[in-house]
């Protein structure tokens, strides 16, 4: 006999059933998945885990790697294509990809099947994080305040870098470091 006080249906704040998420879609062109975030209903802090859900004919995201966070994808469905640093591989169900950090482990998937690709990506969570896209040559920048809550996101054209004194009003300032 159960000591728990509750009914046996009521949810466990560290366990959930993929079918009581709801699919989020996240679309743009041909980029286009629905995730299933199950992260926030399973207490995880340094993973997060997402099954995701690529329809025929579009691409999960634009062609990235991370600096700080490692991603593993596992195949549950469907087939479909894997770039992967700078390589393509064809994906079934049962096949599981590292993504290591930097540009080795570039990845971006693609649903050239008949049916959705469905896959279950996990990653760590790591404060920072450094993010390059090789086709587009823009870099993400984020991290995570001490509270946990995002504290900067910002998205950059590699091109936009500038000096290291650019904007600074007192690297323009002349001081007098004569001797008297």
Known sequence: ??????????????LVNVDDVPWEPFARG????????????????????????????????????????EELFYVLEGTGRLRYGGEEQHVRPGDVIGCPTGPAGAHQFENDGDAPLVYLAISTVEPW????????????????????????????????KVDYWHGEPLAEERTDTGST
């Open 30 to 69: 041909r980029f286009g998945i629905e995730d299933r975030d199950l992260t926030q209903h399973v207490r995880a802090r340094k993973l997060d885990v997402t099954l995701t859900r690529l329809a025929p004919g579009q691409v999960s995201c634009p062609y990235h790697f991370h600096h700080a966070e």
């Open 129 to 160: 994080e450094i993010c390059e896209y090789p086709d587009s040559d823009k870099v993400l920048a984020r991290a995570v305040g001490a509270d946990g809550k995002p504290a900067f996101r910002a998205l950059f054209q590699r091109a936009a």
């Open 1 to 14: 006999m159960s000591n728990d006080p509750r009914e046996p249906n009521e949810p466990k704040p560290f």
